[in-house]
């Protein structure tokens, strides 16, 4: 394999130019277009997402590239780079601090470095396979919370996706509130798989779910939890690995009480 400290210098780099960028658009935003009946994208998802593949594809013209709003470029790599410019465009849009961006580098379909950037609080989130991760440069560790009742979790958004994807993702989501609002001490919703997952990463939440996923969604926090001690797995408690649709995120301390809970396998 290549130089995987100068890929994830590449991709902390470039996620702090777009989250810039987007930061600074956020004061003069245009206006918003609609690419589903529920979801957003703004002049700056774009401007950002063009950003991202222009610096990738001048640093690493041969490896492939799969970006929220412009799609894949295949060029026959076992490199893909995986980024999502903004996500958590509806708090973004409505000057909700919580959104970033992620940009990710798979090997022969396995994330093998990636960077998170949270630009409201300044904050960068970094993670290499089998070397660990980071907070600015700060080692980060998951919650050390081992009683189920006392955690707190963060779950996906409803309203997402066309409307057959929606009708089924927001059954999905009630069914899974329903179950673990007795187990818990309370759940969330805060509008960012980026800052969701990277705040499991880093102890605030305890754990955190989707029932409806992309590869950028996810391709960073999913390593930088493992990374922090953490575990993620599907709704059933089966490994993950890219192309799965939902997640489970957790502590791995709370992990198998969780995955009880909520008791995908009952359907």
Request: hydrophobic residues 45%.
């Amino acid at each position: 394999m290549h130089d995987i400290p100068a890929f994830l210098s590449a991709a902390a780099d470039i996620a702090r130019e777009a989250g810039r960028i987007a930061l600074a658009r956020q004061q003069a935003l245009g206006p918003a277009s609609f690419k589903g009946s529920k979801d957003l994208v703004t002049e700056a998802d774009l401007e950002c997402d063009r950003l991202i593949r222009d610096r990738l594809s001048a640093a690493y013209p041969t490896h492939d590239l799969l970006t929220e709003e412009e799609g894949a470029l295949d060029r026959g790599s076992d490199y893909r780079w995986i980024a999502d410019p903004i996500d958590g465009t509806i708090n973004y849009a409505h000057g909700i601090p919580l959104w970033g961006n992620s940009v990710a580098l798979t090997h022969k379909g396995q994330v093998v470095c990636g960077a998170v950037y949270l630009p409201v609080y300044d904050e960068l989130y970094t993670a290499v396979a089998g070397g660990g991760a980071f907070l600015n440069g700060k080692p980060l560790r998951v919650s050390a919370m081992d009683d189920l009742d006392a955690a707190v979790l963060s779950h996906g958004d409803y309203n997402v996706g066309d409307e057959v994807v929606r009708e089924g993702l927001n059954a999905d989501n009630r069914r899974a509130h329903g179950r673990m609002t007795e187990a818990v001490q309370r759940i969330k919703c805060l509008g960012s798989a980026v800052v969701e997952g990277a705040w499991v990463a880093s102890g605030r939440l305890d754990a955190y779910w989707m029932t409806y996923l992309k590869p950028w969604d996810v391709a960073v926090t999913t390593l930088l939890v493992a990374e922090a001690g953490g575990r993620v797995t599907d709704l059933r408690g089966n490994p993950w690995a890219l192309g799965c649709e939902e997640a489970l995120f957790s502590n791995d301390l709370l992990h198998d009480g969780l995955v009880a809970a909520l008791d995908w396998e009952r359907g």
